[in-house]
C-alpha cells in the first residue's frame, strides 16, 4: 500500500474519530504528496525514497517551528506542531540510534575509502543515500566528521 494510500485511509478514520488534531496533520502529508505527484518534473506517483524525503522534510520543519514556538512561549503552537510530528513520525521508518548511526558509517567509510576530513563530500554522499529516512541528517553529518578527524 503506499503512502498515499495509507494517508487515505487515515484520514477516514480521522473523521470518523472526530480527531481534528491528527486529521489536521493527515491533510498536510497528503498535500505534500499531491504538490510532489502534481510537480513538473514528477513522473506520477512518488516511489518509497521520495515519500521518505517529502515526511522527513516534513519532520524537520515541525521541529523547527516547534522550537520557535517553544521558545516564544506559545505553548498552544507546540502542542499543535507536537501533534503533527508525531502523526509524521508514524509514517516514517524507524529511526536509527547513534550507536547503531555511527556503526554504519564506520562500514561506509570502509566501502568507500574515508579517511580523512578531505573525504567528508564523498562519505556524506554515500551516507545519506543509504540512511535516507532512517537517521537525522545532522545526526549524520556530526558523526561523520567525528570519525573522519579520529
Known sequence: MSLKEQIDS???KAMLAKNKDEL???RAIKSLILLA???KNATGDLDRNAEIRLLTKAVKQRKESLQIY???GRD???EKEKVE???IGRYLPKQMSEEEVESEIRLIMLAVGAEGPSDMGKLMGAATKKLAGKADGRLIAE???RLLNN
Do not use: P
Request: hydrophobic share 50%; charged share 40%.
Open 10 to 12: 487515515a484520514i477516514k
Open 24 to 26: 489536521r496533520a493527515l
Open 37 to 39: 505527484e502534481s510537480d
Open 70 to 72: 517553544a521558545e516564544q
Open 76 to 78: 498552544d503552537l507546540a
Open 85 to 87: 510530528l508525531e502523526v
Open 143 to 145: 558523526t561523520a566528521k
